[in-house]
């Protein structure tokens, strides 16, 4: 599949890209320990499924036995996005709950895909499909700024006005 998604990333106009649509964790039976990005992996291509641009439908890749796992229903991946900006009045620790909750692992310093890491009045959230991390500071119960930040060196790359989190 990512063979072929190099190929067809060469005939999208406009520099897009396919999507690869990786088959989900081992089966059952096969006793295989839980793969946290690939689960990732797969919540970042929803996720841009379900922003995309109606005008440019994506291309995704997959292969036989990733079409034959079941995916979540999108009311229930719509119900798990969280959707922060700049101003807004947030239960900081409902907000840490809720992320548990949509599968985020609470760590000591964020390092990977699907986890968040809670200092104070700073949360930091590393979501799907994202390069870099984000960071919140809150003012009491109001995100008084969000920004970007690369989770190798713990530093700021910019500022932004408002974040998208994936389940």
Do not use: K, N
């Given at each position: 599949?990512?063979?072929?998604a190099a190929g067809i990333?060469?005939l999208?106009?406009g520099?897009?890209t ?8 081992p ?7 839980h793969?946290?990005?690939l689960s ?5 291509v ?6 995309a641009?109606?005008s440019?439908?994506?291309v995704?890749v997959?292969t036989i036995r990733?079409?034959m796992?079941?995916i979540?229903e999108?009311e ?6 969280v ?9 900081d ?5 809720r992320l ?9 310093m964020?390092?990977?895909p ?8 700073i949360?930091?959230?590393?979501t ?5 991390a984000i960071?919140l500071?809150f ?8 920004r970007?930040f690369d989770?190798?060196t713990?530093r700021?790359t ?6 998208v989190v994936?389940?």
């Amino acid at each position: 599949a990512d063979v072929l998604a190099a190929g067809i990333a060469q005939l999208l106009p406009g520099g897009d890209t396919p999507y690869v649509w990786s088959a989900a964790d081992p089966l059952p039976y096969e006793q295989l320990p839980h793969d946290p990005t690939l689960s990732a992996q797969r919540s970042a291509v929803l996720g841009r499924l379900l922003m995309a641009d109606a005008s440019r439908p994506p291309v995704v890749v997959t292969t036989i036995r990733a079409l034959m796992t079941a995916i979540r229903e999108r009311e229930s991946f719509e119900r798990d996005l969280v959707r922060l900006t700049v101003g807004q009045r947030v239960d900081d620790a409902a907000l840490v709950r809720r992320l548990v909750e949509a599968g985020y692992q609470l760590e000591p310093m964020v390092e990977g895909p699907g986890t968040i890491s809670r200092r104070g009045g700073i949360l930091d959230i590393y979501t799907p499909g994202e390069d870099e991390a984000i960071r919140l500071e809150f003012f009491g119960d109001e995100i008084d700024s969000i920004r970007r930040f690369d989770p190798g060196t713990q530093r700021s790359t910019d500022r932004i006005t408002s974040a998208v989190v994936l389940p």
